[in-house]
Antibody, heavy 119, light 110 residues
Framework: EVQLVESGGGLIQPGGSLRLSCAAS????????MSWVRQAPGKGLEWVSL???????SYTDSVKGRFTISRDSSKNTLYLQMNSLRAEDTAVYYC?????????????WGQGTLLTVSS | QSALTQPASVSGSPGQSITISCTGT?????????VSWYQQHPGKAPKLIIY???NRPSGVSNRFSGSKSGNTASLTISGLQAEDEADYYC??????????FGTGTKVTVL
């Protein structure tokens, strides 16, 4: 059974750093493209970042240079390193698995982890 | 990066059909057949219901269908049921390896 479990969220001050983790089971993270998607409280979905199977990465403009997506094949885990955090980064962060049949579509999602950036 | 435009809300009675639009540009919806639709119930993670404009993943009801014309994609829910009450989001691949979501539509079953 495919499962994604995010962790690492919490309360952090503006300018701080945090790393989110997404532990996968039931499939191999490095064999799929994977993404982070966030949702600010009461707002819509916003794509954040994606990593292809070959390791190529992509980011939305607002996080370029601040966030880094990566994965650890030995732990079958996806990460999002977030630096220089801002209040507008406050959101529930979901990790999602890319489908093997569609393009840039995601068939399994984690339950999300809440990041709050506030002083 | 501006979001795709969806109506804020759509409503219908049980058994009726409703359509949600998703308007973008030639750099996203109009330029690629890579539009997906997601259903999200309150407090839950999104669920993929349509991929590549009009394809349904295994297990998704055939009451959900997708289409595209020019820069606008559409999701139709036929035979509306109480369980369809949720938020719906479109997404599209956008040129140079990015993804954009729609603004979201709240579906209410009257």
């Amino acid at each position: 059974e495919v499962q994604l479990v995010e962790s690492g969220g919490g309360l952090i001050q503006p300018g701080g750093s945090l790393r989110l983790s997404c532990a996968a089971s039931g499939f191999t993270v490095s064999s799929n493209y994977m993404s982070w998607v966030r949702q600010a409280p009461g707002k819509g979905l916003e794509w954040v970042s994606l990593i292809y199977g070959d390791g190529t990465t992509s980011y939305t403009d607002s996080v370029k240079g601040r966030f880094t997506i990566s994965r650890d094949s030995s732990k079958n885990t996806l990460y999002l390193q977030m630096n220089s955090l801002r209040a507008e980064d406050t959101a529930v962060y979901y990790c999602a698995r890319g489908t093997g049949y569609g393009y840039w579509s995601f068939d399994y999602w984690g339950q999300g982890t809440l990041l709050t950036v506030s002083s | 990066q501006s979001a795709l435009t969806q109506p804020a809300s759509v409503s219908g009675s049980p058994g009726q059909s409703i359509t949600i639009s998703c308007t973008g540009t030639s750099s996203d919806v109009g330029g690629y057949n890579y539009v997906s639709w997601y259903q999200q119930h309150p407090g839950k993670a999104p669920k993929l219901i349509i991929y590549d404009v009009s394809n349904r993943p295994s297990g998704v009801s055939n009451r959900f269908s997708g289409s595209k014309s020019g820069n606008t994609a559409s999701l139709t829910i036929s035979g509306l049921q109480a369980e369809d009450e949720a938020d719906y989001y479109c997404s599209s691949y956008r040129s140079i390896s990015t993804l954009v979501f729609g603004t979201g539509t709240k579906v209410t079953v009257l």
